[in-house]
């Protein structure tokens, strides 16, 4: 059962755009929404996290959204750069001492110059 | 540089064989985990060591094991490789069970 749906699966975004991607999740026990960042021959690695106590957080050009009742949650780029051009996860964990990420599938961000 | 090592960075066997994967953590992080990357399944979670101790297992075949150790380098063991299991294998660390996870750029299995 996939517990963290992602879309869309590719995206390309002209310079200087606003690149959004999406997900949705299930289990109402998650508790801890982060997104990584990743490019060809490197690990994923953490661009922005959020709780569900705030509904929006910013840093620098990257926002999460967060709708709790929805049970969904977005990543936005502004100004979006062709250094940005990388496949982005979202993923959520759930309390306890594990925390073990759950992934969505992954979006392919592609920005053209 | 997450500060996270795995070694190697590509392995290629046959299918049968049986091989380690290692994972150094970030200096002072208690917690690893575990996690393979495939086309078919995307990221999925296998395993995660706080300490040296298991503490909680995910979609980890009983082919697989790891271990983490007294200086908390921990080591992914693969048997009876099949073919299915060509995949990145990441490591993450955290310095508590409740703090973000760090990845390495993973080790790239391949099954021959």
């Known amino acids: 059962q996939q517990q963290v749906k992602q879309s869309p699966q590719s995206l390309i975004v002209q310079k200087g755009g606003i690149s959004i991607i999406n997900c949705a999740y299930e289990?109402?026990?998650?508790?801890?929404f982060p997104w990584y960042q990743q490019f060809p021959g490197k690990g994923p690695a953490l661009l922005i996290a959020?709780?569900?106590?705030?509904s929006e957080k910013k840093e620098g050009r990257f926002t999460i959204s967060f709708n709790k009742s929805a049970k969904q949650f977005s990543l936005h780029i502004m100004d979006s750069q062709p250094g940005d051009s990388a496949t982005y996860f979202c993923a959520a964990s759930k309390g306890g001492s594990a925390r073990q990420l759950t992934f969505g599938s992954g979006t392919q961000l592609t920005v053209l110059p | 540089d997450s500060g996270v090592t795995q070694t190697p960075k590509h392995l290629i066997t046959a299918t049968g064989q049986r091989v380690t994967l290692r994972c150094s953590p970030r200096?002072?992080?208690?917690?690893v985990y575990w996690y393979q990357q495939s086309l078919d399944q995307g990221l999925q979670f296998l395993i995660q060591y706080y300490n040296g101790e298991e503490r909680a297992k995910g979609n980890i075949l009983e082919r697989f094991s790891a271990q983490q150790f007294p200086d908390l380098h921990s080591e992914l063991n693969l048997s009876s490789l099949e073919l299915g299991d060509s995949a990145l294998y990441f490591c993450a660390s955290s310095d508590g069970p409740n703090q973000p996870q760090h990845f390495g750029d993973g080790t790239r299995l391949s099954i021959l």
């Open positions: 200096s002072g992080d208690l917690s």
């Open positions: 289990n109402t026990a998650f508790d801890y």
């Open positions: 959020i709780r569900p106590d705030v």
